[in-house]
C-alpha cells in the first residue's frame, strides 16, 4: 500500500495511527510543558537570589553609614559680637553635619543675620571661631570661602548687568573654565525658571527674581556649605517649591544647607536641625523633633520667646471710623 493511502481491507488503522501521532504530540507538549516550568522556577530562584543579595548590600552600606561619623562641616564656638553697648551675639555655639539643613530662627533683632554674616566671614566677630570644612574662616578666608556659597542679607548685586552677564562673572571669579561657567548657567536658569530673563538687566529684575538669581550665583561653584539668609523672602510659592527641591538634591549629594527663616512651617518641612536664637543667644538647639517637642515648633518657639504681645488698649480696632 503506498504511503498517505487509507487501508481500504482494515479502516481501524488509521484511527491506530492517529491516536499514536496525538499521544507523540502530547509527549512532546508535556516534555515542553516541564522544561518551561523548569526555567521558570529557575529564574524565580535567580530573581529571589539577586534580591536577597541587592537587600543584603544595602543593609551592609547602611550599617556602614551608619557607623562612620558623619563629617562636622561647619563648627561655631563662642561667636560674639557687640555694637557699642548693645550685644548682637553672645557667644553662640553651633555644630552642622554634612549632608543636612540647619534652620536658624528667632524674632526680629535676634542677632540671626549678625552670627550668619561672622560664618560667612563678612563681619568680623568681637571673639570665637568659625570653621567650615576644618578651615577657621578668620585665620584662613580665601580657602574657607571657597566651599562656601552664600545669600546674603539686603542682596546688592551689579544691577548694571545683565543676569548671564552676572552668574559669569560670579563662575569666573569663583575658577570655573568659561565652558563650565556657560553651562551651569544653562542649568540654573532652567531650574530656577530665570530662562527668559537672563538677557535683562538685573536692575529690571523683580525682588523674587533677584533672590533666585543670587542663590543660582550662590550655587555655581558647586560649595560643600550654602550659607542662606532668608532665602525664601519675596519667592512666590511656585518658585519656592523649586528652590526647596534644588536644596534637597543638593543635601543628598552631601551638601550642607545653613538658612534662616521665619516660616515655621517651612523649617519643620525641610530642616533637619534647628537653633532658636533669642537675644544673641541660642536658647534651644538640636533635631526639629527634639526642639518642638510634643507641640509644634511655632508653639515653642513662642514659649521661648516670651509669649505673645497683649493687645490690650486696641479696643477702637473693633470699630470703624465711618
Known amino acids: 500500500m503506498a504511503r498517505g493511502e487509507r487501508s481500504e481491507s482494515n ?6 495511527d492517529t491516536v499514536q501521532n496525538a499521544e507523540n504530540i502530547l509527549a512532546k507538549f508535556d ?9 521558570t522556577a529557575k529564574e524565580k530562584r535567580e530573581v529571589k537570589a539577586a534580591a536577597r543579595a541587592a537587600k543584603i548590600a544595602a ?15 561647619l563648627r561655631v564656638q563662642g561667636l560674639a559680637k557687640h555694637f557699642g553697648d548693645t550685644t548682637a551675639v553672645a557667644g553662640i555655639d553651633l555644630s552642622v553635619q554634612s549632608g543636612t539643613i540647619l534652620g536658624i530662627v528667632g524674632p526680629n533683632g535676634a542677632g540671626k543675620t549678625t552670627t550668619l554674616s561672622m560664618i560667612t566671614g563678612l563681619l568680623r566677630p568681637d571673639t570665637g571661631t568659625v570653621v567650615v570644612h576644618g578651615l577657621d574662616v578668620w ?3 580665601a580657602a574657607a570661602k571657597r566651599h562656601m556659597g552664600v545669600l546674603p542679607d539686603r542682596v546688592r548685586l551689579f544691577d548694571r548687568l545683565t543676569g548671564r552677564q552676572l552668574l559669569y562673572y560670579v563662575g569666573i571669579l569663583r575658577g570655573l573654565t568659561a565652558t563650565t561657567v556657560r553651562e551651569r548657567i544653562g542649568q ?3 531650574s530656577f525658571g530665570l530662562e527668559e530673563a537672563l538677557s535683562r538687566l538685573v536692575s529690571d529684575y523683580s525682588a523674587g527674581m533677584t533672590k533666585k538669581l543670587s542663590l543660582a550665583a550662590a550655587l555655581i561653584h558647586s560649595p560643600r556649605l550654602l550659607v542662606l539668609d532668608e532665602p525664601f523672602e519675596s519667592v512666590d510659592p511656585v518658585s519656592a517649591a523649586s ?3 534644588i536644596l534637597r538634591k543638593y543635601v543628598a549629594a552631601g551638601g550642607t544647607v545653613v ?11 525641610m530642616c533637619d536641625s534647628v537653633a532658636i536664637i533669642v537675644n544673641g543667644a541660642v536658647l534651644a538647639s538640636g533635631t526639629v523633633e527634639d526642639v518642638r517637642g510634643t507641640g509644634s515648633l511655632e508653639a515653642k518657639f513662642v514659649e521661648l520667646v516670651g509669649g505673645r504681645t497683649d493687645m490690650g488698649g486696641m479696643e477702637w ?5 465711618d
Open 11 to 16: 479502516p481501524g488503522v488509521d484511527t491506530v
Open 31 to 39: 516534555v515542553l510543558i516541564e522544561k518551561f516550568e523548569a526555567d
Open 59 to 73: 543593609e551592609t552600606e547602611a550599617e556602614v553609614a551608619a557607623a562612620k561619623p558623619a563629617e562636622e562641616i
Open 139 to 141: 585665620q584662613d578666608p
Open 188 to 190: 540654573l536658569a532652567t
Open 243 to 245: 528652590i526647596i527641591e
Open 259 to 269: 538658612l534662616s527663616s521665619h516660616s515655621m512651617d517651612l523649617i519643620e518641612r
Open 317 to 321: 480696632l473693633h470699630s470703624f471710623s
